[in-house]
């Protein structure tokens, strides 16, 4: 089990630092976590396992995962430091950490049977894990929970934006703005797409795409009342004439 498990863990860990999406990176960190919690239990060890699959699996991690689902998250954004030096400080930590993993493994003596797990869980697991949690490295475990709140305090302010300084217009304001911004011609708007245009009033007709004039894009009610303009002059010449298929 171990020698078909690890191989695929290693290769999980290394694909969740390569891959581009954020999803399938947090997947492929989900699939490490059940493999320590595999890990665990047959080292006898099942408290840990089930605690690692519910706890971290089951709701921290795919709680990240609705979370990237739902918000999304580019691949581009990564690159964009919200902190001078960042970098600097990122590679040289990794590296620190990477040299304190070597020489743990270093220092380990492998081919050696485990001491006193029987004694270790005499009274049950859970007894076991407390004691040795609450009791003989309670500081170091008071150490840890204060780095992982620092470290959750630094993924805030790592994935925090800073807003921008302008002051948010109302509707009116942008309204004033467009209009003193636009020409005579555009303030009214562009026409609709397929029009071509050569007058922004009511009263003038759309242009057809051979380039004659539309009386149907006069209303009605300005046709009643004589207010519709000569037509004829607002033609466009030169234009190459329609087949019966294009029109």
């Known amino acids: 089990m171990f020698w078909v498990l690890a191989p695929l863990t290693v290769f999980a860990a290394v694909g969740m630092?390569?891959?581009?999406?954020?999803v399938y990176s947090a997947i492929l960190?989900?699939?490490v976590m059940i493999a320590l919690a595999i890990f665990y239990i047959a080292q006898d060890a099942p408290f840990l396992g089930i605690v690692q699959i519910v706890v971290y699996t089951g709701a921290v991690m795919m709680l990240f995962l609705f979370i990237l689902m739902l918000v999304g998250v580019d691949s581009s954004d990564s690159l964009v430091e919200t902190i001078k030096?960042?970098?600097g400080v990122a590679i040289t930590t990794s590296l620190a950490f990477a040299a304190a993993l070597t020489s743990l493994i270093a220092r380990a003596e492998f081919g050696q049977e485990p001491l006193g797990l029987a004694s270790a869980n005499a009274n049950g697991n859970v007894e076991g894990i407390a004691n040795l949690i609450f009791r003989q490295y309670v500081w170091a475990f008071e150490v840890i929970s204060a780095l992982l709140i620092t470290a959750a305090l630094g993924a805030m302010v790592l994935a925090h934006s800073p807003k921008s300084s302008?002051?948010?217009?109302s509707q009116r304001a942008r309204s004033v703005a467009r209009f003193r911004?636009?020409?005579i011609g555009t303030a009214a708007g562009l026409p609709g797409s397929g029009v071509f245009a050569r007058h922004n009033a009511v009263d003038v007709p759309a242009?057809?795409?051979d380039g004659k004039p539309s009386d149907l894009?006069?209303?009605s009610v300005l046709a009643e009342r004589g207010d519709v303009q000569e037509t004829k002059r607002y033609a466009l010449?030169?234009?190459p004439k329609l087949d019966e298929e294009d029109k």
Request: charged fraction near 20%; hydrophobic fraction near 55%.
């Open 17 to 22: 630092l390569l891959v581009k999406k954020a």
């Open 181 to 183: 911004g636009a020409s």
């Open 217 to 219: 894009s006069i209303p």
């Open 237 to 239: 010449d030169g234009l």
């Open 207 to 209: 242009l057809l795409p």
């Open 166 to 169: 302008e002051a948010r217009l």
């Open 29 to 31: 960190l989900a699939f």
């Open 85 to 87: 030096g960042l970098r």
